[in-house]
């Protein structure tokens, strides 16, 4: 679909779609640190050569320039660039001061269907290990 | 899913994708199966093709109901009353599978029972299907030898959403349509890895692989691998995260009921329903990659309660509408840019694969996860996801055979897979529930949180489109998927909007009576007279400022397919909310 000529696509990344529970498997077809397109996986069982609408545009959403690149930490109001050190701080230091002075219930985290199973698993071992409360949930109910 | 827990033992898909295409009867309920799991439907097509016959039950005549052979067009919420009378029919036609239920159900007789009561006249006047097409319908399921139910969240965000499943359980254990390949009950999962969120105990009351967080012995378990025992009692849920307050569940005060382990500390004034107790409720929320600013039902509730926080940190990949409330943002790699594993809706567990480097300084969201517990003094030193999914795997009976190395080069494994030897599971209750036997739950019909009224006459259902996901915070990012689908539209029945005097592509104003709403207005006759039908993915038009927070009882489900609205035409500003 992108005008790149054949022998500049560095290779073809296996990977699993991101949008609904189907799961298609596809392939990111990349050119240096740029996804420039994507090819539907022939012998995977649930695409079977195939992708719908959603599947078919992701190169141009993993590349959208309004991709967050940096933290950001509300300053008088507003939001405003620091570094990975500062915004970790502040927010380690936050959870900690309210999850001491309410106690952990006062503290919840929503994990996600969109991140990975490891990902999840980490933040609800974060949630009940280390901030010490089972109030953790995410979107299957809605 | 609790309803399939209750029933089966286990609340996933029983089937795989592929066996829907050998199936020789396919019932498909409050799924809009074409736009919201086009592989899905590719395969119900394929079916079709083949000579198998297609059940909808759906309000809307939807793509998939048009190529039904029988589409059954309900009363909205009367899911219940439809699928009893199915199943009174089955047993009046000596349709039931008695092997079957002898051997490997138990409570029959309880369901039995209650069907030899059901008034046929009766389930007609509820759920407005004639009497004929309820037994064309129950005689294609039952006399089928292989025949597939799937459902998604037209059954699910009801009030009555566990019961809803229950009974489409009961259906297939009614008539043996279960424990074997080609036939059983297929929840299709909204999300990418909302299976796998599940399956991890991203889950108030569940610790990883659905172990309960109230049994000692698990709780021992990760103690012993985590060095910190979990808390005892089940956590908040998402709704009562995000409102404050557990949300009303339409049959009132046994709401708490199933929840036997109180809230220590005496914390239970948040948890009257209506009675928003800030002062013992959530004071921090740590959010990733949702956005329930735009997701969740009644919005402007959920705002309130957001300004309400001390503290909100949000982890995305792009500025949502939950993140720009945000104190601090972490910005996180996308799935293109990490490692790890994506559980699709037939429990296949498959490995996505980083294939570029994240934009500017994002970071995965494991590395901020670990970075996070490192400051608060837990270290989480691990050099990969491969390492992460080796501790699932000893702590995750069904993820046990579960392995990176397993996963790459193959096409994933479908759990339960217990060991490194074993080779994955197709689909479910082989020779036996998960729980033992199948139990039959008897369900009645339960009228929906909200009615109509004089002042909101019609009913709210909402849904996806094909064009675009969930909150639209990737997809309207597209300008393709933008230029196919770029207005929030709410459909109307052309009777209903010559009854105002509306026009397609007319400007129209929905309120209910949480908040109201723009839309351009679509004459469609997939919506029935009485009802009205949008989308929840633009943020120029949050249809969950109208939604009700009133959920089932036990899975917390809200009930996004019905609520009360009145259609007004926006015209001028006169009478506009400042």
Known sequence: ?142 | MAGLATTFGSGAMTNSINEIEAAEVILVSGSNTTEAHPQVARRIYAAKDRGAKLIVIDPRRTAIARLADLHLALKPGSDIPLINGLMKVILDENLADDLFIELRTENFFALRDYLYRLDLAEVYRQTGVAPEELRRAALLYGRAGKAVICYCLGVTQHVCGTANVEVLANLAMLTGNVEKEDAGVDPLRGQNNVQGACDMGALPGMLPGYQPVTDPEARQRFAAAWGVEPPAWPGRTLLAMTHGREPDSGDGPVSKSDSPAAKPGGAGGADQPGQPDPASGIRALLIMGENPLLSDPDLNGVAENFRRLDFLAVSDIFLTETAAQADVVFPAACFAEKDGCFTNTERRVQLISRAVAPPGQAKSDLEIIAALSQQLGYPMDYQSAAEVMEEIALLTPIYGGIYHDRLAGGWGLQWPCWDRQHPGTPYLHKYYFTRGRGRFAVAEHQPPAESTDADYPLLLNTGRVYHHYHTGSMTRHSAILNRECRHPLLQINPADARARQIAGGEAVRLISRRGEVEFKAELSQQVPPGMVYGNFHFAEAPINQLTTTASDRRARCPEYKICAVRLEKAGGDEGRRP
């Open chain 1, 1 to 142: 679909m992108n005008a790149v000529p054949r022998d500049r696509v560095r290779e073809n990344v296996f990977t699993i779609c991101p949008y609904c529970g189907c799961g298609c498997g596809l392939y990111l077809r990349c050119e240096g640190d740029q996804v420039v397109g994507v090819l539907p996986s022939r012998h995977h069982p649930v695409s079977r050569g195939n992708l719908c609408v959603k599947g078919w545009q992701l190169p141009e959403v993993i590349q959208h320039p309004a991709r967050l690149t940096s933290p950001l930490r509300r300053k008088n109001g507003r939001l405003e660039p620091v570094s990975w050190d500062e915004a970790l701080a502040y927010c380690a230091a936050e959870l900690g001061r309210i999850g001491a002075e309410h106690g952990p219930e006062a503290l919840g985290v929503l994990a996600s269907a969109k991140c990975t199973c490891e990902e999840n698993y980490l933040l609800q071992k974060f949630a009940r290990a280390v901030l010490k409360t089972n109030n953790i949930d995410h979107c299957a109910r809605l």
